[in-house]
């Protein structure tokens, strides 16, 4: 039983290409989540999908896209990568909504 | 939105001491989890906790939802406790976790 697995575990990426993080989840969870963590800082939420077939602005979605591919993946895309997007990318998810969240194990992109 | 705030900041403490870390929020909320990062920047859930009291070990964990605050207590610290514990709050109505800033704890042999 995986959890939450997200792929690349590190990316470098030159200013203006484009990747997307992959994460699936095999607990049969409804919502999936998006956060980035800087440096001595909380988490911020990009995007989520409450259920299955809808997407959601977080309090940082600029610059970030998202597909809820099917119940068990959930894609951050970005289109043209800056430096300040810079950080670490955690994935969850919960059963519904605020239930109990679970996290992957991050991946740590750097742009230069 | 809601705001979390978590003291102290930082804490050092020699092994085999206790501590109590403090999350405020500044609403009503539906749910509250503390974490755990290690220095690898895995986020280990610790506690699912909305309201009332949890053991699990040396950890135990208080919310008191109407006076928004949650307690996370450590007792007999050891090295392995050290890293960030970060407090998150879901709103009533929302599907989002709002976290802290986090207390970074170092436990010193």
């Known amino acids: 039983n995986a959890g939450v697995t997200q792929t690349p575990k590190f990316q470098v990426l030159k200013t203006g290409q484009s990747m997307t993080l992959q994460c699936a989840q095999d607990?049969?969870?409804?919502?999936m989540y998006w956060y980035r963590q800087d440096p001595g800082m909380g988490l911020r939420l990009i995007y989520y999908?409450?259920?299955?077939?809808?997407?959601d602005k977080g309090e940082v979605p600029n610059g970030y896209n998202v597909s809820r591919l099917n119940k068990r993946e959930f894609s951050l895309r970005l289109e043209s990568a800056a430096p300040s997007q810079t950080s670490v990318y955690f994935c969850a998810s919960s059963e519904q909504g605020v239930t109990e969240a679970f996290f992957g194990q991050g991946t740590r992109l750097t742009v230069v | 939105g809601i705001q979390v705030e978590q003291s102290p900041p930082d804490l050092i403490l020699q092994e085999g001491a206790n501590s109590t870390l403090r999350c405020n929020f500044s609403?009503?909320?539906?749910?509250l989890q503390w974490f755990h990062q290690n220095p690898w920047g895995q986020l280990i859930n610790l506690f699912y906790?909305?309201?009332g009291t949890k053991q699990n070990g040396r950890l135990s964990a208080t919310t008191v939802a109407t006076e928004r605050y949650s307690l996370l207590y450590i007792s007999s610290s050891q090295t392995t406790d050290s890293g960030v514990y970060f407090c998150a709050v879901g709103g009533s109505g929302t599907y989002k976790y709002i976290f802290g800033t986090g207390t970074r704890l170092k436990v010193l042999a």
């Open positions: 609403d009503s909320v539906n749910n």
């Open positions: 906790i909305p309201s």
């Open positions: 607990m049969n969870h409804n919502s």
């Open positions: 999908s409450a259920s299955e077939g809808t997407t």
